[in-house]
């Protein structure tokens, strides 16, 4: 596998062309949108920067590394790509229509995969003519960074796709782990209660943003409270992971929901990625990068 497509610039497909460009494949980055590719690239070319002044990357891997992502807006170009990754919105029928254009344009032994955090491989799969060749390749946020991969196994994709799914992934240097295609795979699933259960203490003011996050950072000794993460992975994906895995189990209780989360989105208030979430980012651009804010 030398050359891998990606459809979708945004959070995730900023940070895995970044790992794949590290790891020495050419990237072709696809979205719709202009602005999205050139802040895109902006952004991996920041955090490669932090990663040399951090002594993470080598200082002379900067340039190779940026010049192998090239940013694009036609799926046409993706023709030559060996494996196309899409990591666009969470809706199951954008990701099936988009499929269908995926096929058509790429080569007839292009392994394809979705990203997504929830959605059924083998309905996604429905649109295809070579649904054998289809899998789940789901990596965490931030994707450059966190070593888990889930390699999903739809109920058509081969064994021999599984395998060059789960190779890929460690070529990236990654930790793949193969799942069963059920709603959330196994982590999203997981994480559902622990974000639920913080917006209802949230919701029935029980307690602060800022006091949960510190109590789960301090007494479970976890990296980031369900609020700093919410904000990070984006509020609006995140209500649409949990809506999806939801639905898929005929509306489930234990997955609903919180309707603060809706009020969030519709005020625009996405996370990190918009300024202002649970945390307001918006003061200054180094205040973002750090992660420092204050409650909104
Ligand atoms: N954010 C996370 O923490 C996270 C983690 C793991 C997996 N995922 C999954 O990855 C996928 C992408 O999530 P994200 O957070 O990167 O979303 P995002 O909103 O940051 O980016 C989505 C990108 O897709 C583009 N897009 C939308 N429709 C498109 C189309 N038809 N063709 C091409 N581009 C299109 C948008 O312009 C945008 O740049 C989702 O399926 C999500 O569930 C997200």
Redesign the pocket.
């Known amino acids: 596998m030398k050359h891998i497509g990606i459809?979708?610039?945004?959070?995730?497909?900023a940070g895995i062309a970044q790992a794949a460009a590290l790891a020495e494949l050419e990237v072709t980055l696809?979205?719709?949108?202009t602005t999205?590719l050139r802040q895109s690239t902006e952004k991996i070319r920041t955090e490669l920067k932090q990663g040399i002044q951090k002594g993470k990357i080598p200082p002379e891997k900067l340039d190779p590394t940026l010049e192998r992502i090239k940013p694009r807006t036609s799926l046409s170009d993706l023709s030559s790509c060996d494996l196309i990754l899409e990591?666009?919105?969470?809706d199951l029928r954008?990701k099936r229509d988009?499929f269908k254009r995926i096929e058509e344009n790429a080569k007839s032994e292009a392994l394809l995969a979705s990203?997504?955090?929830s959605l059924s491989i083998t309905a996604i799969a429905s649109s295809l003519h070579r649904p054998g060749r289809f899998l789940g390749i789901?990596?965490?946020?931030p994707a450059n960074i966190m070593k888990l991969v889930e390699v999903v196994r739809g109920r058509q994709t081969s064994d021999e796709v599984v395998g060059q799914g789960a190779a890929f992934a460690k070529k990236l240097g990654k930790t793949p782990v193969v799942v069963k295609d059920t709603p959330g795979f196994i982590v999203n699933r997981l994480a559902r209660p622990f974000y639920g259960e913080a917006l209802r203490l949230l919701g029935e003011h029980v307690a602060t943003v800022e006091q949960i996050d510190r109590i789960v950072k301090t007494s479970g000794d976890f990296a980031m409270g369900p609020f700093e993460l919410m904000d990070l992975?984006?509020i609006d994906?995140n209500l649409a992971?949990t809506q999806s895995i939801y639905d898929q189990y005929f509306g489930e209780p234990r997955f609903r929901p919180h309707p603060l989360q809706q009020e969030m989105v519709d005020a625009g208030w996405l996370g990190r990625?918009s300024g202002r979430g649970f945390y307001n980012y918006s003061e200054s651009k180094n205040q973002q990068a750090s992660g420092t804010r204050k409650p909104t």
């Open positions: 459809v979708g610039a945004g959070t995730m497909g696809y979205d719709i949108n999205v990591a666009v919105i969470e954008v988009l990203n997504t955090s789901h990596f965490f946020n992975i984006g994906i992971v990625k």
